[in-house]
T-cell receptor, first 112, second 116 residues
């Protein structure tokens, strides 16, 4: 089945540690995105990538980093510089030519 | 910058009733897309319906329809014959297409509960 997978589903991190969230898609989409969702708020864009080896900052990129070495993969690293990382993280992808974004199931990150 | 406002944090209706969720947006763009996404308790984001700004006809998908008022910058979602499975958070989103990618701007959501 074509779709987007995210792992792990739940992630716990100690303060001061970096963690990496995985996102993989087999939809052959060129563009991929990372969003953060906090309680009572909509989704906010962290980073997006239009093509392999290229990515741009979204609205809340501070404390996060990404890479796009393969078309299918767009991992997100939450660094120790992110002051309030506890949130629900959603990955999405879309065709280069436009259209709606398709979302993965999400990762719940909790800082202990 | 574009903004999206959903003025109803929570709504509750009885099964089989019709319910309308409100959304307004602010933009100076002429060509754009609008979406309604549903997020059930599983937290999976599911596309409900989309509307292209250049189309005057309101989009319809089975029990879901929109009332798109471009001049008023309003984009409401109507759910007819509501079902228990419609219980979810609903997000309105604005998208401006840019070459190679699209940036979505989301509203804060409306929590809809369908009661038996």
């Amino acid at each position: 089945d074509g779709g987007i997978t995210q792992s792990p589903k739940y992630l716990f991190r100690k303060e001061g540690q970096n963690v990496t969230l995985s996102c993989e898609q087999n939809l052959n989409h060129d563009a991929m995105y990372w969003y953060r969702q906090d309680p009572g708020q909509g989704l906010r864009l962290i980073y997006y990538s239009q093509i392999v080896n290229d990515f741009q900052k979204g609205d809340i990129a501070e404390g996060y980093s990404v890479s796009r070495e393969k078309k299918e993969s767009f991992p997100l690293t939450v660094t120790s510089a992110q002051k309030n990382p506890t949130a629900f993280y959603l990955c999405a992808s879309s065709p280069r030519q436009g259209g709606e974004q398709f979302f993965g199931p999400g990762t719940r990150l909790t800082v202990l | 910058a574009q903004t999206v406002t959903q003025s109803q944090p929570e709504m509750s209706v009885q099964e089989a009733e019709t319910v309308t969720l409100s959304c307004t947006y602010d933009t100076s763009e002429n060509n754009y897309y609008l979406f309604w996404y549903k997020q059930p308790p599983s937290r999976q984001m599911i596309l409900v319906i989309r509307q292209e700004a250049y189309k005057q006809q309101n989009a319809t998908e089975n029990r879901f329809s929109v009332n798109f008022q471009k001049a008023a910058k309003s984009f409401s979602l109507k759910i007819s014959d509501s079902q228990l499975g419609d219980t979810a958070m609903y997000f309105c989103a604005f998208m401006k297409p840019i070459q190679g990618a699209q940036k979505l701007v989301f509203g804060q959501g409306t929590r809809l509960t369908i009661n038996p």
